[in-house]
């Protein structure tokens, strides 16, 4: 069964704090995704990844910054958390060159800045 | 302009009977794929089914379908016998330029389906 997973469900940060959200997936897939999901707005694409060091900026880049140091490992970082970054993320992986293929997303942070 | 348009910010069904939600598109590229997915509360996002650009049929998954009708770029979803647990945020989303490899997903807003006993 395919698996990806996020280090935590719920997290509450205060602002200023530097924030780390990690994904993991166990499928070999060659692309990682972090989105951001926020009533009304639908998810919108943070950054993300093709192989491994590699990055590429999605919709909506500022603020955030990513690693890929292994193939499994997809890091979101906010490098000073801030209040409008409170939100649920998603990270999702899918194998490279596919065509119907869907993202597999892992189950979701709900971050909390205050 | 937006990519993926979803009109209904919230639809209401019996339980039971079918229902239909809404996505138009707009892509210039021949080639793409449209995905549904589906969020429950719990958060995590469930893929539904999928349709390619050039498939001639309509995708069926169980008692999803979806109503592809390509000249109109709408991609719509049939959900057949509604059931309570189909209650959730229903997402369309489209991946773009399938021959040169992208693998970006563009999502629509989103229908909340509330499925009453």
């Known amino acids: 069964d395919v698996k990806v997973t996020q280090s935590s469900r719920y997290l509450v940060k205060r602002t200023g704090e530097k924030v780390f959200l990690e994904c993991v997936q166990d499928?070999?897939?060659?692309?990682m995704f972090w989105y951001r999901q926020d009533p009304g707005l639908g998810l919108r694409l943070i950054y993300f990844?093709?192989?491994?060091?590699?990055?590429e900026k999605g919709d909506i880049p500022e603020g955030y910054s990513v690693s890929r140091e292994k193939k499994e490992r997809f890091s979101l970082i906010l490098e000073s958390a801030s209040t409008n970054q409170t939100s649920m993320y998603l990270c999702?992986?899918?194998?490279?060159?596919?065509?119907?293929?869907?993202?597999?997303f892992g189950p979701g942070t709900r971050l909390t800045v205050l | 302009a937006q990519k993926i348009t979803q009109t209904q910010p919230g639809m209401f069904v019996q339980e039971k009977e079918a229902v239909t939600l809404d996505c138009t598109y707009d892509?210039?590229?021949?080639?793409?794929?449209l995905f549904w997915y589906k969020q429950p509360s719990s958060g995590e996002m469930i893929f539904l089914i999928y349709?390619?650009?050039?498939?001639?049929q309509n995708a069926t998954e169980g008692r999803y379908s979806l109503n592809f009708q390509k000249a109109r770029k709408s991609a719509n979803l049939v959900i057949s016998a509604s059931q309570l647990g189909d209650s959730a945020m229903y997402f369309c989303?489209?991946?773009?330029?399938?021959?040169?490899?992208?693998?970006?997903?563009?999502f629509g807003k989103g229908t909340k389906l509330t499925v009453n006993p």
């Open positions: 892509t210039s590229d021949q080639s793409y794929g």
């Open positions: 499928m070999d897939h060659e692309n």
């Open positions: 990844s093709y192989d491994v060091k590699m990055k």
């Open positions: 989303a489209m991946r773009e330029g399938l021959q040169g490899g992208s693998e970006k997903l563009v």
């Open positions: 999702a992986s899918t194998r490279e060159g596919s065509t119907m293929d869907t993202q597999y």
């Open positions: 349709q390619g650009s050039y498939d001639e």
